[in-house]
Structure formats: structure tokens, C-alpha cells
């Protein structure tokens, strides 16, 4: 089984800021990684795919880079909106699928 | 547009099942896989399983293994997750998703099972 850890367990940034996440995979999962946003009481929703390919509706201040065992999700000019948790998930070894654990992003 | 529509809460004795449906709409049901992803109270995503109705496969977690049973009616475009010898620590919000290519691109809205004596 793949184990995903992400780092940190949680981020406090002022609106308008930009945020860095971190996902690292316990072996190489190529680009097969996602990016999910969950806000208290939804569902994730899914924002990136690939590692860098932003899903449909998903606005452009949300980017994804890395491959292999280190990936980024990068939230620039950080939104009211984007204080959420975040959990990466890889899709290459199947299965179990696996998910990080998650990073909140709070406002500072 | 793809929606994922949950059953509703359950409260639960330990020992006992629980059965969580999943109805699908807006899509082809049998060409994507659906997976059921549970979230304990403050914890993250753990997978369950999944079905692959156009194929009749299901795969599911060493963790769950022998007490969870996914099934799917394609007549109905719905998914049922049975998870049996419930325990305290079951208690969570059920989530069924669709998959493509690994991905979680639809979620349901989820289900709260309770496990409480």
C-alpha cells in the first residue's frame, strides 16, 4: 500500500497570501495524484488531477506541480473561500486508493 | 450534470449492519466505477471500495475485508454499501464517488452512520 503524508498539518495564512501544501508519496506514483477541497460539513471536491491539471470549474489561483514521490499545491492570493481542508490522493497503485491525511489551511 | 444522491442518517447498535444506497443520475451508471469512502469525526478519507458495474468487480480494502459488501443495480443506477459487525469506531460519514481513471470526480452528499448502544 501506497502512503501518502502531508506536511504541514496545518497552514495559517492571511487572506490574499499564498499557501504552498505538500504531499509525498511512500513510493513513486508517476503524475497519478489528485488534490481535493473539503469544506466543514461537504463533500471534497476534486481540484486537481494529473498533479497539475486543474479540474472543471476550478479557478486558475489553484496549481498543482511534482511527479514521481514529491507533489505541491500551490493557492495563490489566497480567497475567503479557499480556507478549507485539502488531502492528496494517489491513483497509480490500485488498489487500495490512498489519500494524505490532510492539511487545513486557517486563517491567520 | 452527474449527481450522487445518498440515503439518509443511521443510528446503529454495535454488532449490528448497516445498508447505505447510492443513486446515481446524469450519466451512464455501468461505465464508471463507484467507490465508498468514509470519514470518522475529524479524521481524513479512508477508502472502502468499489464496484465496477459494467464488469460485475469489486475490490475492497484489506481493512474492511469480510465486513463490507458493495453491490450495484444497474436497473436502478444505484450502489449499496453494506458494512456488518459494527463497532463504535464505524461511526462516520459514509461517501459514495464516482471514479475516472483513479480520479474522484463526483461525490454523494454522504451518509452519518452512528454506532451507539
Known amino acids: 500500500e501506497i502512503v501518502m503524508t502531508q506536511s504541514p498539518a496545518t497552514l495559517s495564512v492571511s487572506p490574499g497570501e499564498s499557501a504552498t501544501l505538500s504531499c509525498r508519496a511512500s513510493?513513486?506514483?508517476?503524475?497519478?495524484l489528485a488534490w481535493y477541497q473539503q469544506k466543514p460539513g461537504q463533500a471534497p471536491r476534486l481540484l486537481i488531477y494529473g498533479a497539475s491539471t486543474r479540474a472543471t470549474d476550478i479557478p486558475a489561483r489553484f496549481s498543482g506541480s511534482g511527479s514521481g514521490t514529491e507533489f505541491t499545491l500551490t493557492i495563490s492570493s489566497l480567497q475567503s473561500e479557499d480556507f478549507a481542508v485539502y488531502y492528496c490522493q494517489q491513483y497509480n497503485n490500485w488498489p487500495p486508493w490512498t489519500f494524505g491525511q490532510g492539511t487545513k489551511v486557517e486563517i491567520k | 450534470q452527474v449527481q450522487l444522491v445518498q440515503s439518509g442518517a443511521e443510528m446503529k447498535k454495535p454488532g449490528s449492519s448497516v445498508k447505505v444506497s447510492c443513486t446515481a443520475s446524469?450519466?451512464?451508471?455501468?461505465?464508471?466505477?463507484i467507490s465508498w469512502v468514509r470519514q470518522a469525526p475529524g479524521q481524513g478519507l479512508e477508502w472502502m471500495g468499489e464496484?465496477?458495474?459494467?464488469?460485475?468487480?469489486?475490490e475492497y480494502a484489506q481493512k474492511f475485508q469480510g465486513r463490507v459488501t458493495i453491490t450495484a443495480d444497474e436497473a436502478t443506477s444505484t450502489t449499496y454499501m453494506d458494512l456488518s459487525s459494527l463497532r463504535s469506531e464505524d461511526t462516520a460519514v459514509y461517501y459514495c464517488?464516482?471514479?475516472?481513471?483513479?480520479?474522484?470526480?463526483?461525490w454523494g452528499q454522504g451518509t452519518l452512520v452512528t454506532v451507539s448502544s
Open positions: 464496484i465496477i458495474p459494467i464488469f460485475g468487480t469489486v
Open positions: 513510493q513513486s506514483v508517476s503524475s497519478n
Open positions: 464517488a464516482r471514479v475516472e481513471m483513479g480520479r474522484f470526480n463526483y
Open positions: 446524469g450519466g451512464t451508471f455501468s461505465s464508471y466505477s
